[in-house]
């Protein structure tokens, strides 16, 4: 029987590893093209005078400039918004989905059923 060498076993290229590792870096990368919360919240329309709106639900501080309105109607500052965006693909408020083509990546998915 021969014995296992492991240096050799350490030097050998694993081609079924680097196929799969390229495979989902292309997933990944495909998914993150999609994904741009900065795109996104540049397409939303601009509230101009958000002041008698109240406060932005997701710092909590009043509307003293322009802000941005989600496709649902909720209106939130253009930062807190795209940063929200890049941790959930949903509004903070009624959890409708924000960004077409993920599933709400990263919150409470109760009024997202995902992909039937």
Same mark, same amino acid.
């Given at each position: 029987?021969? #014995?296992? /060498?492991?240096?050799? +076993?350490?030097?050998?290229?694993d081609?079924s590893?680097t +196929?799969?590792?390229? @495979?989902?870096?292309d *997933?990944?990368t495909?998914r993150?093209? *999609?994904? @741009?919360?900065?795109?996104k919240? @540049?397409?939303?329309?601009?509230v101009?005078?958000?002041?008698?709106?109240?406060?932005?639900?997701?710092?909590?501080?009043?509307?003293? #400039?322009?802000?941005?309105q989600?496709?649902?109607?909720? *209106?939130?500052? /253009?930062?807190?918004?795209?940063?929200?965006? #890049?941790?959930c693909n949903?509004?903070?408020?009624?959890?409708s989905?924000?960004?077409?083509?993920?599933?709400?990546i990263?919150?409470?998915? @109760? #009024?997202?059923?995902?992909?039937?």
């Amino acid at each position: 029987m021969d #014995s296992f /060498d492991l240096d050799l +076993a350490l030097t050998m290229e694993d081609h079924s590893a680097t +196929a799969a590792t390229a @495979s989902t870096t292309d *997933v990944i990368t495909n998914r993150l093209e *999609v994904w @741009s919360p900065e795109d996104k919240v @540049s397409a939303m329309p601009k509230v101009i005078d958000a002041t008698t709106l109240g406060v932005c639900t997701v710092c909590m501080e009043s509307f003293l #400039s322009s802000c941005k309105q989600a496709p649902c109607g909720h *209106v939130y500052h /253009d930062g807190c918004i795209t940063k929200w965006l #890049s941790f959930c693909n949903s509004c903070p408020i009624c959890r409708s989905k924000v960004l077409d083509g993920l599933p709400g990546i990263g919150c409470d998915r @109760s #009024s997202d059923p995902g992909p039937a």
